[in-house]
């Protein structure tokens, strides 16, 4: 598949683009007017994409629910990551640092067990009994506060792609180049703001205010909108 990318090049490497999260969505929602008037939904990934997706989902008055994904991290250095799970058990790895990692498959399989019970846990958190949303025929949007490695992102999106979706559009306010390429085959569309070439990457970054969200207030967010 070859995806469509959109970006601002005049944030490109740029630091402190955005003032927070909230600023950051409301700039999203104006590369994404062009779907306010088309079928669609949308999709924000837990924690750090809720308030992103929130404010897009609010200007564009679509309706907003969550996939809830995890990262597999790296034994002894757990902010970083070799894959990620989706809810739904879509597993991706990256091999090639399993492979520099030495990893079996064993440990693989006791690490991922471990994120499959946080998982669940925040499924019950997020979601409750919910059913996740029909996509069929419709224009999905899935959000996040930025891509790392874009692992996360990719299963998400694999996840979703067992729906007959109309279109896959991935959107967030910043990303790594490394991570645009791997997510880009598997989606029509990529929305990103403020695309960045360095070889150490944080999300955090590009954010004047980043920390990471409580359950309590991805949770607020969610019940605002229902509201």
Not at 57 to 86: Q, T, W, Y
Not at 174 to 198: G, Q
Request: charge should be neutral.
């Amino acid at each position: 598949m070859k995806s469509k990318i959109v970006e601002d090049s005049y944030l490109r490497s740029k630091r402190h683009v955005f003032k927070d999260r909230i600023h950051a969505g409301e700039l999203l929602a104006k590369r994404l007017e062009n779907y306010r008037n088309q079928d669609s939904l949308i999709l924000a990934v837990p924690s750090g994409g809720v308030p992103v997706a929130f404010v897009v989902a609010e200007e564009l008055r679509k309706p907003l629910d969550v996939i809830v994904v995890r990262k597999i991290p790296i034994p002894m250095e757990p902010e970083a990551g070799f894959g990620a799970i989706s809810y739904d058990g879509i597993t991706v790895l990256n091999e090639s640092l399993v492979e520099r990692l030495g990893l079996t498959k064993k440990e693989i399989d006791e690490y991922s067990s471990q994120v499959i019970g946080e998982i669940r846990s925040r499924m019950d958190k997020f979601r409750g009994d919910r059913p996740f949303p029909d996509l069929k025929d419709k224009v999905v949007i899935i959000v996040d506060d930025g891509l790392a490695s874009g692992y996360t992102m990719l299963a998400a999106v694999k996840s979703i792609m067992k729906q007959p979706v109309k279109k896959t559009v991935v959107a967030v306010p910043t990303a790594s180049t490394s991570s645009i390429t791997l997510v880009a085959p598997h989606v029509d569309e990529i929305v990103c703001l403020n695309v960045r070439d360095s070889y150490f990457f944080a999300v955090a970054d590009a954010y004047q205010i980043w920390y990471d969200l409580s359950d309590d207030e991805v949770q607020n967010y969610l019940g605002r909108l229902k509201e």
